[in-house]
């Protein structure tokens, strides 16, 4: 981008200030926040311009969330924040094929590549009536904080980062993505499709309490039983798929699963799930075929992969049991061959920097905000390539993919000022 003049020299002294307490420190695991840096006079300058325009960042957000983007119908969404990208004078803007809309803010040279990444689309279907109605901090809408929160933050970050003139040493990447609640779809052919090898990932799609830096593994299976199939009169003894299919799902509810993972909230990981089933097509006859599903999660490869395959020999072991045919299908969320341990991405300075500057900026009197192993946003696929990356939020939204989604207006600007203190520290450290 184009910065204005004698921004090197300006950039250079930000730079050696932001710089000097965090190389004083031993400790990598800290991560690259350090107090003073929001009291750098850049930095200062840009926090205080987000409070100064609190009235229209609100404004604005409500304008966004009622522009509707239903997952795969993102286009007019795409169509405002790529203006708003050209407006801030990114590099590279590219609307893909998908829609996903990215620009880039060119850093210096010599730092890393960062990108955050916040999704347009939300589960509500075309037709949904999307008017925000507010109370005065309270707002109210479907997708007021799913993802829209997330994206207004995201925009007027990159905003503030302009106004003070701070110049990063790496490049920070807006990437405004599409269809993530279809299953993190558009993220995923960015990062596979773009070209941009980035060295960190952030997702900005939860609330600002929660900083998660894991990725849920994700297997779905069907599994069909078959007979030839007998009138009722004729059946008495033979091979049954819906008795197969009764006794397999009593036994998928068997499998011991290990005990659930603390610090999830109302998640209760590992689960097996049986969502379906169904078969035959009369009352008086044997059915040829009946099938059922299993939806399995859970927070690392070794543990999915024993519990994989632990539901596949139930089902197999059950269709032998009871001498009926049987065959499967297999759906897998993303391949984590590539995905780093847990302590790893854990300790990593992305994560401690996220985790130090979320907590600095949470509201005061509230829980220290602790890092979550677990993930469902498009962070889960950068985790899957082995790319450092961690979600956090800008607001307190509430209620995420239901029609009574609410937020407090008030929470946006912290949100928006730790958005810039984390972008900073990650590209100038
Ligand atoms: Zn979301």
Redesign the pocket.
């Known amino acids: 981008m184009i910065e204005p003049m004698s921004i090197p020299n300006r950039a250079r002294s930000l730079a050696l200030l932001i710089a000097a307490p965090v190389l004083a420190q031993p400790m990598f695991a800290q991560g690259w926040f350090d107090a003073p840096l929001v009291n750098t006079p850049q930095v200062r300058a840009a926090l205080q311009s987000v409070d100064e325009r609190a009235t229209s960042i609100v404004d604005e957000w409500i304008r966004l969330v009622e522009i509707p983007a239903p997952s795969g119908k993102e286009q007019a969404r795409a169509k405002y924040i790529r203006a708003e990208m050209e407006k801030l004078g990114l590099s590279e803007i590219r609307t893909d094929d998908m829609f996903n809309v990215s620009g880039v803010r060119k850093g210096t040279g010599g730092g890393p590549v960062v990108v955050l990444a916040a999704?347009m689309d939300t589960v509500f279907p075309a037709g949904t009536d999307v008017k925000v109605k507010r109370q005065g901090d309270l707002l109210r809408a479907p997708g007021i904080g799913?993802?829209t929160s997330n994206l207004m933050a995201e925009l007027e970050m990159f905003r503030a980062l302009n106004r003070a003139g701070i110049q990063t040493k790496g490049d920070l990447i807006f990437l405004a993505s599409v269809q993530?609640?279809l299953g993190l779809l558009g993220a995923k052919h960015w990062l596979e499709s773009s070209g941009y090898k980035p060295d960190m990932f952030v997702a900005l799609?939860v609330s600002s309490r929660e900083v998660w830096y894991g990725a849920l593994r994700i297997t779905q299976f069907k599994f069909f039983y078959t007979s030839p199939g007998a009138h009722t009169m004729e059946s008495r003894g033979g091979p049954s798929p819906a008795k197969a299919v009764a006794k397999a799902i009593t036994s998928m509810y068997e499998i011991p699963l290990p005990p659930i993972a603390t610090g999830l909230d109302s998640f209760k990981l590992p689960v097996i799930n049986v969502g379906m089933l169904g078969g035959g097509t009369v009352v008086n006859a044997v059915p040829r075929e009946a099938w059922f599903t299993v939806d399995l999660r859970s927070l690392d490869s070794p543990t999915q992969d024993r519990l994989e395959s632990a539901v596949v020999s139930t089902a197999r072991r059950i269709a032998e049991q009871e001498g009926v045919g049987f065959r499967m299908e297999r759906k897998m969320s993303a391949d984590y061959s590539k995905a780093r341990p847990q302590q790893e991405r854990l300790n990593h300075p992305l994560v401690q920097t996220a985790l130090a500057v979320s907590n600095y900026f949470r509201k005061p009197g509230t829980p220290a905000i602790v890092p979550q192993d677990v993930g469902s946003?498009d962070a889960n696929n950068a985790v899957a390539m082995g790319i450092p990356a961690v979600a956090i939020g800008a607001t307190t939204e509430r209620m995420?993919h239901r029609l009574e989604e609410e937020d407090d207006a008030s929470s946006i600007v912290p949100g928006i000022q730790s958005l810039i203190v984390l972008a900073v520290a990650l590209t100038t450290h």
């Open positions: 999704h799913d993802d993530e609640e799609d946003t995420p």
